[in-house]
């Protein structure tokens, strides 16, 4: 027997290799192996099996990870087509597969020691005090660790073996399974009962799970607070029903220990009770290796992960939940630069499951393909209960600048809704898309900005540490005490713009008496900060949560009435034909957490261009309305879902030779992309963030309908030996970070 194997070194070949007669019946389709190449042993994966090879004096596969194979033949497929339709290379796209932890099996399961009452025939003997105390605690728990029973019964080990003696116990090496939720109290929770709109919803999305023959994707578009997650739970249990597991997709940073509870919950215990297993990147090396392979196992059913969780070994899928599916961080921003909301609908047609994308705000691309037809389009447009959605004011600060002079944070009108928020007792959210004390140093005098040496963008300053940081790469340096320009030298040497430090500051200074807690990537550094921070808060010993991005999701706080959005347009001129649906995104998101409880919410909307469509429909809660002016924007100008973008970045350090392998790029691009009749090339530019990290950045722009084809067409005809060994070059397909 031959195994073809796809090595884990990028050649976009595949290499045959003899299976020893110790390895036979071993190696299967998608089995790990470590096979040699050259002086090398490199991991693989086996992607077919053969009776002969084209080559002679194969070598043989040195060894099988794992006990069974670890890449299914399903995720092996799943893997093919990412590699084809993002152009990547296919060991790239079967590496991103599996974690890291399984790939290389540098852990395994933890083995510990277990103590265990074994069943006695004889007469119970008469054992001294002290062991008769350290025996009533194994009779009652049948069961348990050494190390606790050690613990519980203040014992040693000696006294433990002189019960093994007598022959009432045993001492056994087993695995002890790591759950990284084992400290959470969870208690179980059952069905609600639905509202009509849930109930219509469900109906639709179970009745689509029982036609097994057809996958059927579904847009359910709710408000904040409609009960989406209810309807989660319910399409999960019917899968169960049916004998099927279930993934779920949640954003990172909404990964919260809440919203695992939800889950867990439900499925804790009665007749459907099964594991949830949950992927994503704070666990440790060890729990990541117990969670995947309880799914790998069967025994967990449920998955609920991050984007690289679509590529969990359930089997058989009956249901693909994509939750806030507009969500930017579902992109991986490295190869393969795959999008996990559209491979899990690839996956859910090739496994027959139904995939539902779930959403406030849906992207402009899910609602197309939902008014088209592609997607069935589930509403539900009021929160549960009735409650109302909350009142959003915009205030223009351009007029509250000029009257208050300098750089202002509060508008009066916000600042007075705080100071009622207090008097009442009622807790308040002020959002801010940004970290830091300020945008940038500038000095007023000469205009000097801070700027990173290796990235073209500006320092942000952080105060409490004196320093500026770059957010790009990471680069840190001292606060100067004069503009560093020689022509000037100011002293006084300015911060502008606002950062969530400076307004925690002023908020200390407005509002002594309040408690203030700041929630960004600078003071949640640890494991269990963000869990504690919004412990407090939910527990009312917080008044004030001053945050970025990480605040607006998916959190629910009854007692949280006021929301103010510090720079709401700060994310409006960013040059990226999405900057308007972002802003509307996350507006409509932010607000969201206001008014969750019996109180009407209140929401302030602080913006220099408080007439943009953008703002004008967030404050609106009119999804409908952005969509169709957005969509008509998109048209005209070819965007998606008018089209399909791929944006080939070329990168060097070195400008000149960027630019000048940008201008072969393009020449040869043109020769070969005849035959795409409705493509729109632009460029070669330099790139809206045209310097990162030392490296300078150039970009071609391609649109086109038909963007399965021009990906196979790019893979053949890249790489191109001509381009200068420092000049590398990357293609995102359906890119959501043009910078
Ligand atoms: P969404 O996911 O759309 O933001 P959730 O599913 O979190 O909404 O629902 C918001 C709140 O309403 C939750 O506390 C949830 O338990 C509750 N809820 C959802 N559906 C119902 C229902 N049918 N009856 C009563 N309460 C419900
Ligand atoms: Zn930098």
């Known amino acids: 027997m031959i195994a073809r194997v796809s090595l884990e070194i990028a050649l976009r070949k595949e290499f045959d290799y003899s299976i020893p007669p110790a390895l036979l019946g071993q190696v299967e389709i998608g089995t790990r192996v470590q096979a040699p190449f050259g002086a090398r042993k490199i991991f693989g994966t086996v992607t077919a099996l053969a009776e002969e090879s084209a080559h002679a004096n194969l070598k043989p596969i040195l060894r099988v990870v794992g006990a069974q194979t670890l890449v299914t033949p399903k995720i092996l497929k799943l893997a093919r087509w990412i590699g084809e339709y993002y152009c990547c290379a296919p060991e790239i796209a079967l590496k991103s597969v599996l974690p890291e932890v399984v790939r290389k099996k540098e852990e395994g399961w933890k083995k510990q020691l277990f103590v265990r009452a074994l069943p006695s025939h004889e007469e119970f003997p008469t054992l001294p005090k002290r ?71 469900l109906e639709q999305v179970k009745s689509a799970m029982g036609r097994s023959e057809l996958a059927s994707t579904f847009l359910l ?27 779920v997709l949640v954003p990172e940073i909404s990964l919260t220990p809440q919203t695992v509870e939800r889950f867990k919950a439900r499925f804790s215990s009665g007749k459907l009770q099964t594991l949830v297993a949950v992927l994503h990147s704070h666990l440790s090396a ?23 969780a679509i590529f969990a070994p359930a089997d058989p899928v009956g249901l ?13 921003e490295e190869a393969p630069r795959y999008h996990a909301r559209d491979v899990a609908i ?15 705000t849906p992207s402009l691309e899910s609602y197309h393909n939902a008014k088209k037809g592609k997607y069935a389009l589930l ?83 952080h105060r409490m540490e004196q320093k500026l940081a770059c957010h790009i790469c990471g680069e840190v340096q001292r606060v100067p005490m004069v503009c560093p320009n020689e022509k000037c030298g100011n002293p006084a040497i300015r911060f502008s713009g606002t950062g969530t430090q400076r307004v925690e500051e002023t908020l200390a200074k407005l509002f002594p008496q309040a408690r203030v807690r700041r929630m960004d990537s ?52 960013q040059p990226d034909f999405r900057a308007g649906e972002r802003t509307f995104q996350l507006l409509t998101q932010v607000s969201g957490r206001a008014g969750r409880g019996d109180v009407e919410g209140e929401v302030f909307v602080q913006a220099f261009s408080p007439f943009h469509p953008a703002i004008q429909y967030a404050r609106r809660h009119d999804y409908a309305g952005f969509y169709e002016q957005e969509i008509e924007f998109r048209e005209q100008l070819k965007y998606p879902p008018a089209s399909r973008v791929a944006l080939l970045t070329l990168k060097g350090r070195n400008e000149d030779k960027v630019k000048f392998s940008a201008d072969f790029l393009k020449r040869e691009l043109e020769k070969n992309l005849g035959e795409f009749k ?48 420092d000049v590398t070059l990357t293609i995102d397909i359906d890119p959501v970070n043009l910078a």
């Not at 007075?416 to 007023?444: D, M, P, S, V």
């Open 131 to 201: 062991q008769q105390e350290v025996w009533n605690i194994i009779e009652e728990r049948r069961e348990l660790p050494l190390a606790e029973l050690l613990e519980l019964a203040e014992t040693t080990a000696a006294t433990i073996r002189k019960l093994e003696d007598r022959g009432l116990l045993e001492i056994t090496s087993e695995i002890s399974e790591r759950d990284p939720y084992a400290r959470e109290h969870i208690l179980p929770t059952q069905p609600l009962s639905l509202n009509e709109a849930q109930a219509k919803a």
């Open 221 to 247: 578009h709710g408000v904040t607070g409609s009960g989406k997650t209810e309807i989660y739970l319910q399409a999960i249990a019917h899968a169960l029903e049916q004998g099927k597991g279930a993934i």
């Open 286 to 308: 060890g729990e990541r290796h117990d969670e995947w392979h309880k799914i790998r196992q069967g025994r967990a059913r449920i998955v609920i992960g991050a984007r690289s």
């Open 320 to 332: 693909i939940i994509v939750d806030e599916e507009h969500e930017q961080t579902y992109k991986q």
């Open 346 to 360: 690839m996956r859910g047609q090739m496994e027959n499951a139904v995939v539902l994308l779930g959403s406030a």
């Open 379 to 461: 509403e539900l447009p009021e929160r549960v209960d009735n409650q109302k959605m909350p009142r959003v004011r915009v205030v223009d600060m351009r007029q509250a600048a000029t009257k208050e002079k300098g750089n202002l944070i509060f508008s009066p009108q916000l600042k007075e809704a705080i100071h009622q928020r207090i008097e009442k007792q009622e807790q308040t959210i002020l959002f801010l898309n940004r970290r830091g004390w300020a945008t940038a140093l500038q000095c007023e005098k000469c205009g000097y900005v801070a700027t990173c040496p290796n990235c073209s963008i500006s320092m942000t300053y």
């Open 522 to 573: 600078d003071t949640m550094k640890r494991k269990d900060d963000y869990r504690k921070t919004l412990g407090d808060f939910r527990a009312g010993r917080i008044d004030i949560l001053v945050g970025t991005q990480m605040i607006a999701k998916g959190l629910h706080f009854p007692n949280v009435t006021l929301v103010g959005i510090i720079h709401a347009d700060s994310a409006l001129h």
């Open 678 to 725: 409705d493509l729109i090339f632009s460029g070669p530019a330099p790139a809206p963030l045209l310097k990162a990290e030392t490296f300078y950045r150039h970009q071609i722009m391609l649109r086109t309908r038909a963007m399965s084809k021009l990906s196979l067409t790019l893979a053949k005809i890249i790489p191109f030996p001509q381009l200068p060994e």
